[in-house]
């Protein structure tokens, strides 16, 4: 038998498994700070995305998610379900702003205010 197209090996391919937190807050603001870490190592092109997981999620928070950085393009991006492509969208998100965002300590919600998001405001909290 011959499996083909969205198989768990190939939706899961390309990203990088930064492991499990408490809470959405504590997911958030480590995909930040690992994509700071790696900010100078980062591909000049596409995206880079990593993935994490919360153990002490709400009912209505989906894990695991996804961060993706577009260095080049200075842009960010929330994915929500593994595979399924972005939710959230925000530009103008220089190395800069994602340090104000992780000095926040309030993960993604911050940066409505510090990047210009793709999407209405509050959307993505």
């Known amino acids: 038998m011959l499996i083909t197209?969205?198989?768990i090996l190939s939706i899961n391919s390309g990203y990088h498994d930064i492991g499990k937190f408490s809470t959405k807050n504590d997911a958030e603001n480590g995909g930040i700070a690992y994509i700071l870490k790696k900010y100078d190592s980062l591909?000049?092109?596409g995206y880079y995305k990593i993935k994490?997981?919360?153990t002490n999620r709400v009912p209505t928070e989906r894990s695991p998610n996804s961060l993706w950085y577009n260095k080049n393009e200075a842009k960010l991006?929330?994915?929500l379900d593994i595979g399924s492509g972005t939710a959230c969208k925000w530009s103008d998100v220089t190395?800069?702003?994602?340090e104000q965002a992780l000095k926040s300590n309030t993960g993604l919600s911050k940066m409505d205010s510090l990047a210009k998001p793709d999407q209405p405001l509050g959307q993505c909290k």
């Open 43 to 45: 591909p000049k092109e």
């Open 95 to 98: 190395k800069a702003v994602l």
């Open 5 to 7: 197209g969205c198989g």
């Open 52 to 54: 994490y997981s919360m």
């Open 77 to 79: 991006a929330l994915e």
